[in-house]
């Protein structure tokens, strides 16, 4: 399926499963976390090992649709206090070990909010201290092998930023909820340095639960192609206006294609314009 330079609306694994084999070089994306998040199409509140198998089935499509070379991060938060039994992150770095992927490495993501609440039922005791995370992470893989072809002359990143990127722990501050429209949206300058560092200019780039499109956005601007994914036609329509409004582009003419959202066949397809009514 050509999917390039598109936000397709519908189910992320199933439409993984219709893009082509080795069509991607970076892929960018933080899933549901699976904490009761109000989004407008999904259960956050699955069963955690229902939760990991179905997120293994789109690691696993990931790594199909990837280039040799190609690399995926997964920006993925610490759990809750009630959850923090399930730390997911480490769930999540096993299972694309366990696919097959090459594991490049992990980023703490400082986000640079203050502490403004602890856990006041052990207050100054050792009894049941609390850590409150001010931190998440993005995990880091590739696809075969460590090394992504490409020249350098299509590289975009400067010393400075190189620098930076090579470090463990990212400083930069959230997203506005409601500024974006979007329960859990993260800040561009989180795919920015990826799509920098991980990607030459021309190189597809995939998040195939798009969400409010941050990434197609910083794709668009930084001079890539993308591939978007999102179950929500409320977040697709988010996404067609971000893109075009922040990134400067006028991206759709009436010939694109969207997957229908519980539509009876995989295939079924219909014009961006048509489905979104935009």
Known sequence: MDAVNKIICGDALGTLRALDSES????????????????????????????????????????????????????????????????TYTAFTQDCVDAGYLYRGTIIWNKNSAAKHCAWGSWNSATNPHIVPRHEYILCFSKGMFKLGGEKCNCDLDPDLFMTCTRSVWSFGTESKTRVGHPAPFPKELPRRLIKFY??????????????????????????????????????????????????ATLFDGNREVVRPGGSRRDEKVTLLEELRL
Not at 65 to 72: A, Q, T
Not at 225 to 247: D, G, K, Q, T
């Open 24 to 87: 991607v070089h970076l892929a960018i994306t933080s899933p549901p976390y699976n904490l009761a998040k109000l989004y407008s199409n999904h259960d956050d509140k699955m069963e955690y090992d229902e939760y990991l198998r179905w997120m293994k089935e789109v690691w696993v499509e990931t790594k199909r649709v990837l280039v040799e070379g190609g690399r995926l991060c997964i920006n993925i938060g610490e759990n809750k206090r009630q959850n923090i039994s399930y730390p």
């Open 199 to 248: 990607s030459f200019v021309g190189n597809v780039v995939l998040d195939m639960f798009a969400g409010s499109g941050t990434v197609g956005v910083v794709a668009k601007q930084l001079g890539r192609r993308f591939i978007l994914i999102e179950n929500s036609r409320e977040y697709c329509e988010l996404a067609v206006r971000r893109i075009e409004a922040e990134a400067g």
